[in-house]
């Protein structure tokens, strides 16, 4: 479809190469840089985007998009670089759970008098549900030597009921950064219960943070919950 247009898209980017991650409520954004040649005139500026189905006829996943002005590589050839923040919103009329896994990219440029150019750039996108963690570490202070209690939830983002639900059978790592320390350790891997729920018990050894940790997989992102400080005594 490009080459008939007379325009063609290359480097094109979506989101680092990152999963684009969604939850139930804000907007995200969604970071893409590419190269356009093309010598015709256009009517508005080209943007690049997941799609699934048939290219120009099935779903597109963005809600709004906006793009920056050409900045020209080679004036003669008409070749231009530019940038788009797509902004997509888990509460679109068409937009649920079936929106998760791979989706292709498309680039499009649209072209006086209606007509447009849309090309697949043959580049794979992963879109995932959000991921939810919380935590909680007791007794706070702390006596040394004695059992602190770190519990927590789990949650994923549900695209059809626009809420969090509980994600049970995962297993998530708890983590320690103990005082003056600029990092995390992995203490221990928990699962979660049919409610999503966390527990465990540890020795109190330091003063420190801990949190816990899911890494995510090929459905759900990755998220680390707030640290909650614990001074051992």
């Known amino acids: ?11 094109v980017t979506v989101n680092g190469g990152k999963p684009i991650v969604i939850g139930v409520r804000e907007k995200v954004e969604v970071y893409a840089t590419f190269r356009m040649t093309t010598t015709l005139k256009y009517s508005s500026a080209p943007m690049v985007f997941p799609y699934r189905g ?42 649920g759970n079936e929106a998760v896994g791979t989706w292709k990219t498309a680039a499009r ?49 549900n695209w059809d009921t626009h809420t969090y639900q509980a994600y049970a059978d995962r297993t998530v790592s708890l983590q320690f950064k103990a005082a003056g320390s600029s990092s995390y350790r992995t203490v221990k891997k928990v699962k979660s219960t049919k409610t999503g729920a966390l527990k465990t018990t540890v020795k109190a050894t330091a003063s420190g943070t801990w949190r816990w940790t899911y890494y995510g997989n090929a459905m759900s992102g990755a998220k680390s919950s707030p640290g909650d400080h614990v001074a051992v005594r």
């Open 1 to 11: 479809m490009g080459e008939r247009a007379g325009a063609s898209f290359s480097r």
């Open 54 to 95: 048939r290219l120009d006829s099935g779903d597109e996943l963005w809600t709004s998009v906006i793009s920056s002005d050409c900045k020209v590589a080679n004036k003669a050839k008409g070749i231009c670089d530019f940038e788009n923040w797509l902004y997509i919103a888990s509460r679109h009329v068409c937009f």
């Open 109 to 157: 440029l649209h072209l006086p008098g209606g007509a447009q150019d849309t090309d697949d750039q043959k580049l794979p996108s992963q879109v995932k549900r959000a991921t939810r963690v919380t935590v909680n570490a007791s007794p706070e202070p702390a006596r040394k030597g004695r059992t602190i209690t770190v519990t927590g939830r789990v949650t994923r983002a």
